[in-house]
């Protein structure tokens, strides 16, 4: 993968801008910052709305998998101890446990197509 020229990052072959002379092996996000190239000429720029909302599609796809990965030490480390909570805490984790991949499978073609029509 070719190396940006100003920010020394390494990107795919489709996020630099083409030309020769100073726009020569520049990434897009640095063309657009040194004005190398206008906004609107750079289709492949991801602007800041575009980054939030593919932050948090990524994020509502993958919570219930920090959940249950995160949930398991906290049962085995402390949630032992308590005499009621402790059981409802491991139903909620077995529950989710195995509703993860059936809820991550059954939401994979809206997730395409959410991340779909975020994609420039």
Same mark, same amino acid.
């Given at each position: !993968?070719?190396?940006?020229?100003? $920010?020394?990052?390494?990107?795919?072959?489709?996020?630099?801008v083409? &030309? *020769? &002379?100073?726009?020569?092996?520049?990434?897009v996000? $640095?063309? %657009? +910052? *040194? +004005?190398?190239?206008?906004?609107? +000429?750079a289709?492949?720029?991801?602007? +800041?709305?575009?980054?939030?909302?593919?932050?948090?599609?990524?994020?509502?796809?993958?919570r !219930?998998?920090?959940? %249950?990965?995160?949930?398991?030490?906290?049962?085995?480390?402390?949630?032992? &101890?308590?005499e009621l909570?402790? *059981?409802?805490?491991l139903? %909620?984790?077995?529950? $989710?446990?195995?509703?993860a991949?059936?809820m991550?499978?059954?939401?994979?073609v809206r997730? *395409?197509?959410e991340?779909?029509?975020?994609?420039?």
């Amino acid at each position: !993968m070719p190396t940006c020229r100003i $920010c020394t990052q390494n990107y795919p072959l489709d996020q630099f801008v083409s &030309g *020769n &002379g100073p726009r020569y092996q520049v990434c897009v996000r $640095c063309a %657009v +910052d *040194n +004005d190398l190239v206008d906004r609107e +000429d750079a289709p492949q720029l991801y602007s +800041d709305d575009i980054v939030k909302a593919r932050t948090s599609l990524f994020a509502r796809r993958y919570r !219930m998998w920090i959940f %249950v990965l995160l949930g398991w030490p906290l049962y085995l480390t402390l949630g032992r &101890g308590i005499e009621l909570w402790s *059981n409802v805490f491991l139903v %909620v984790l077995v529950i $989710c446990t195995l509703a993860a991949p059936v809820m991550h499978f059954i939401g994979s073609v809206r997730f *395409n197509a959410e991340l779909a029509k975020l994609s420039p």
